[in-house]
C-alpha cells in the first residue's frame, strides 16, 4: 500500500461533505474525517496531522473554537475553515490572532482548494525541516548558518502568507472607512454581509455624507461578483437627456453626435454590479426603462433595432424620502418596490457619536501620512469639542475637519478649535444650510449648546444661558439632562 506523504484531517457535521472531500482529495493525500468536534480532537491526538480542514458552523463547537483547541495541542498544522457565512468579526480575530491559515466560502473550487494545500504543506515541510536542524544543532553546532536561514525563510514565509490572508480578509470584507464600533450600525454592516452574498437588489439610504456609497462597494466586494466590473452612477449629476444614453447606450446615428456606436453602464456592469446613486432623482420618464431592466434583465440601446440582455445587480442608493416621491408622483410605485428588496439604512453621526473618538484617530492617521506629518497624542479637549459638536453633514463633514486641522497642526499632538467647526459646512451656527430638515429635538439641542457657549456654559444667574433663552433655570437643568448635553473638557492633554 502505497504511503501518503500528508495527512489532512477534515472536520464536518454533514457525512455527505465528508465523502465528497475524501474522494476528492484521498488520492494524494492521508485523509482523516470527522462528524464532530470533539472526534475531530481525538483523531487529532491519535495521528500525526499536517493539515486540518473544518467546516465553520457546527453544533457544540464551531470551526473557529475548534482551531483554538487545535493550536493549544500543537500550532504547528495549518488551520482552513470552509464557511457558507459571512462572519467578519470572528474571521478577523482568528486572522490576526493566528489561527487560520486560510479560509473559502461554500461551496469550495477543487483547484483553489488544492492550490492551499500545497503552500500550507510546503510550510510544513520547512517546519519539519527546521526541527530536524534544530535538533542537529543542539548535539553538534554544526551547519549554524544553514539552520538559522532557514529560520529566516520560514519566518518570511509565514509572514507572507498571514499578510495575504489579511489582504484577502481586507478585501472580502471590506467596509473601507466605514470604522465603528456602535451596535446600531454594527447591525447595518451584519446585514449587508447576509444580503450581499445573494443577488438581492438592495436600497441604500441615509443623510448625506453618512457613507451610502461605501456600504454600496461593500455589498459588491462581499459578494460573488466581487471579480467583475462595480459601475456607479450619480443619477443626480447628470442631465436628464444624457441618463439614458449613459445607463442604456447608444447606435450610431442615434441623435446629434453620436458617431459611433456606444455602451452603456448596464452593460459595462454585465454579471457585475451597477451602483445608481441619488435614484430619487432619477427622471420620471426614464423610470419604466429602469423598471424594466430590474423585471426582464433587458433592454433596448438609444436607437437600437434589438434587444440587450445583460446579467447585473442593481443597488442603488438615495436621501430622500422616496415614499414621499411617490405620493407626490414624482416616482413610479412600481419601480420603488423592485428597488426596496432589501433596504439598508445608514444612520446619521448623531445617532451613533460613540464611534466619533474612534473615527477621529482613524482619519487623524489617514491624514497624517498623507500630508507628511507625525501625530502621537490627540487632546482630551478634542474629542470632546468634536462629540458636543451636531455633524449636519455626517462623517464627510467629520473627515473634512480632521484633514483641515492636520494642515493646521504644528506639533505632534493634534488639536482642534471651536473656529474650525464653525467654518465647517454644516456648523451649529448655521443649521439649515444643508437643506436637511432637523428634528425639534436636535434644533433645540443645537440652540441649547449655542447659549451656553456664548455664557461660557454657565446655567443659572444673570449671565446664566438660562436668563439668555429666556426659560427657568430648573427647566434648563432638564432639558440639558435629556438632550445629554455635556461640556467640552478644558484641559487640553
Known amino acids: ?27 494524494e493525500y ?52 470552509l464557511t457558507g457565512y459571512g462572519d467578519l468579526e470572528t474571521l478577523v480575530q482568528a486572522v490576526n490572532q493566528g489561527k487560520i491559515f486560510h479560509f473559502f466560502h461554500k461551496p469550495w473550487a477543487e483547484q483553489e482548494l488544492n492550490r492551499a494545500f500545497e503552500r500550507a504543506l510546503q510550510i510544513r515541510t520547512l517546519q519539519r525541516e527546521n526541527a530536524a536542524l534544530i535538533e542537529h544543532l ?12 532557514e529560520v529566516e525563510t520560514l519566518t518570511k514565509l509565514l509572514e507572507e502568507e498571514n499578510q495575504l490572508l489579511r489582504e484577502e480578509v481586507n478585501e472580502s470584507f471590506n467596509f473601507d472607512d466605514m470604522v465603528s464600533n456602535s451596535p446600531v450600525f454594527q447591525e447595518v454592516l451584519h446585514r449587508t454581509a447576509r444580503v450581499a452574498v445573494t443577488d438581492a437588489t438592495v436600497l441604500i439610504t441615509g443623510e448625506t455624507g453618512t457613507g451610502k456609497e461605501l456600504l454600496a462597494r461593500a455589498v459588491h466586494r462581499l459578494s460573488h461578483r466581487r471579480q467583475k466590473p462595480f459601475i456607479k452612477i450619480n443619477c443626480a449629476a447628470l442631465p436628464a437627456q444624457l441618463i439614458e ?13 453620436a458617431t459611433s456606436a456606444r455602451p452603456g453602464r448596464f452593460e459595462l456592469a454585465h454579471q457585475g454590479t451597477i451602483f445608481l446613486d441619488e435614484i430619487g432623482d432619477f427622471p420620471l420618464e426614464l423610470q419604466a426603462k429602469l423598471l424594466r431592466v430590474l423585471q426582464e434583465g433587458e433592454f433596448d440601446r438609444l436607437g437600437a433595432t ?38 439598508l439604512h445608514t444612520p446619521p453621526l448623531r445617532e451613533r457619536k460613540d464611534d466619533i473618538p474612534l473615527l477621529v484617530r482613524h482619519f487623524v492617521r489617514k491624514y497624517a501620512v498623507k500630508n507628511g506629518k507625525v501625530i502621537r497624542r490627540i487632546s482630551k479637549k478634542t474629542y470632546h469639542l468634536l462629540q458636543a459638536h451636531h455633524w449636519p453633514g455626517n462623517i464627510r463633514e467629520l473627515e473634512n475637519v480632521i484633514e483641515r486641522g492636520i494642515i493646521m497642526s504644528k506639533g505632534d499632538k493634534f488639536k482642534i478649535d471651536s473656529w474650525l467647526l464653525e467654518d465647517s459646512a454644516g456648523s451649529p451656527q448655521n443649521p439649515g444650510e444643508s437643506g436637511a430638515i432637523e428634528s425639534l429635538e436636535e434644533n433645540e439641542r443645537i440652540h441649547i449648546v449655542r447659549a451656553l457657549q456664548q455664557t461660557n456654559w454657565r446655567v443659572t444667574g444673570d449671565q446664566g444661558a438660562a436668563r439668555l433663552l429666556l426659560i427657568n433655570e430648573r427647566t434648563l437643568q432638564s432639558r440639558i439632562r435629556k438632550l445629554q448635553i455635556r461640556r467640552p473638557n478644558d484641559a487640553d492633554d
Do not use: C
Request: glycine share 6%; proline share 4%; charged share 25%.
Open 306 to 343: 434589438r434587444t440587450t440582455k445583460v446579467d447585473v445587480r442593481v443597488i442603488t442608493a438615495t436621501h430622500v424620502d422616496l415614499n414621499a416621491a411617490v405620493r407626490q408622483g414624482r416616482f413610479r410605485a412600481d419601480l420603488f418596490y423592485r428597488l426596496n428588496v432589501f433596504p
Open 245 to 257: 444614453s449613459e445607463l442604456f447606450g447608444h447606435e450610431k446615428g442615434a441623435f446629434t453626435g
Open 30 to 81: 492521508h485523509v482523516l474525517t470527522a462528524l464532530s468536534a470533539e472526534e475531530g480532537l481525538t483523531l487529532f491526538k491519535q495521528n500525526e496531522v499536517d493539515l486540518v480542514v473544518a467546516d465553520q458552523r457546527m453544533p457544540g463547537m464551531s470551526g473557529v473554537q475548534f482551531f483554538e483547541k487545535i493550536y493549544e495541542l500543537d500550532p504547528a498544522p495549518a488551520r482552513i475553515l
Open 1 to 27: 500500500m502505497e504511503q501518503k506523504p500528508y495527512t489532512i484531517l477534515y472536520v464536518d457535521d454533514e457525512e455527505i461533505n465528508l465523502k465528497f472531500f475524501a474522494a476528492t482529495f484521498s488520492w
Open 138 to 149: 543542539q548535539q553538534t553546532n554544526e551547519n549554524l548558518g544553514r539552520a538559522l536561514g
